[in-house]
């Protein structure tokens, strides 16, 4: 049975890999915050003392992190997992970075000889819970292979998507669409309420038609009754929209409503709702 490490224990990474010791893989855990591996030595499984011996006591390290200074400052340093990287060692970075970021992080562990995989993941907290992520993969194919058996407790689609870069670049994509669909649904409720629309009907009306979608399904009644109980923090949001702009602004693609749609979630982050769901941005829209 193959040794699986998993660094970071956050909202995502703490259902994730309760999954992989229910399916009954050999872990070893790391969290900079130590209070949250309590409950896996309560499981059993091996808590280390910094990111460095888990990679080292692992064939299999998976990270998932808040952001690139995160997944930087997991990797990089003496005690960090490139140190303790050798050959035939993998590491699978599935926080959601910069195409940079994953590129440097696959560079440190390649020069140590291991191999890299990044696999940012698409759905939330409850996907994360019920292993039902869909998981954007790209990097060294046979580390891709090696990893799936553990990749497919935690998703229902797992996808290769080719060069290190790729993976990250269809997150950003992804979740630029997102941020966007949800600043609209929140000026939508907005106006309607100042026009004096009853917001269940707004609801009704959009779930109706072609505009249907589980995310508004899902989150536009949170909204209207102020329930803003976190499954993706809206500073992570914010922060996809700032690397998706900057990937946009290294291609020199304009994007007109993404660049809004940030301004919107920076003011909500500024009115202090970062830790909040990400879709408190109504805050900023709707006080
Ligand atoms: N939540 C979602 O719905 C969702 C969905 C898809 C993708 N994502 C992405 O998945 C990643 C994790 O999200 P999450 O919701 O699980 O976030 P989270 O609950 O904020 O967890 C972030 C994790 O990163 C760790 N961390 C932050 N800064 C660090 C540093 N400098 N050094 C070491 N560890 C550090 C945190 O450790 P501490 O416990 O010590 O703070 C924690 O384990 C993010 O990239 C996010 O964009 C999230």
Redesign the pocket.
């Known amino acids: 049975m193959l040794k699986i490490g998993f660094i ?7 259902a994730m890999a309760r999954n992989l010791v229910k399916a009954g893989f050999d872990l070893t855990v790391w ?3 130590a209070d ?1 591996c309590r409950g896996f030595a309560e499981l059993g499984t091996t808590v280390s003392a910094t990111p460095r011996q888990v990679a080292e006591a692992s064939d299999i390290t998976f990270a ?4 690139p ?2 997944a930087e ?2 990797c990089f340093g003496d005690d960090g997992v490139a140190a303790g990287i050798s050959a035939g060692k993998g590491y699978v970075d ?4 910069s195409p940079e970021t994953a590129l440097s992080v696959a560079a440190a562990i390649r020069n140590r000889g291991g191999q890299f995989l990044e696999a ?6 409850k996907p ?1 819970e019920e292993g039902t992520l869909v998981i954007l993969t790209a990097g060294d194919r046979e580390l891709y292979d090696r990893s799936l058996p553990a990749l497919e407790k935690m998703g229902k689609k797992v996808m290769f998507l080719g060069e290190v870069g790729q993976g990250a670049c269809m ?1 950003l994509v992804v979740n630029m669409v997102m941020g966007g669909m949800m600043t609209m649904l929140c000026e939508g409720l907005a106006l309607g309420k100042v026009s004096g629309l009853r917001a269940s009907d707004l609801l009704d009306v959009l779930d109706a038609g072609a505009l249907s979608n589980p995310m508004f399904r899902m989150k536009g009644p949170q909204i209207v009754q102020g329930n803003f109980s976190t ?3 809206l500073k ?1 949001m914010q ?2 929209l700032r690397l998706a702009l900057g990937l946009a602004g290294q291609k020199g693609q304009p994007l007109y409503t993404a660049a809004a749609a940030n301004e919107c979630f920076k003011a909500a982050l500024g009115l202090g709702h970062g830790d909040d769901d990400f879709s408190a941005v109504s805050r900023a829209i709707m006080p």
């Open positions: 970071g224990l956050g909202i995502m990474g703490n969290n900079r915050t949250k998932m992190l808040a952001d200074a995160a400052a997991v599935m926080s959601t970075v940012p993941v698409s759905g939330s907290k994360a997150k499954a993706f923090p992570h922060k996809d």
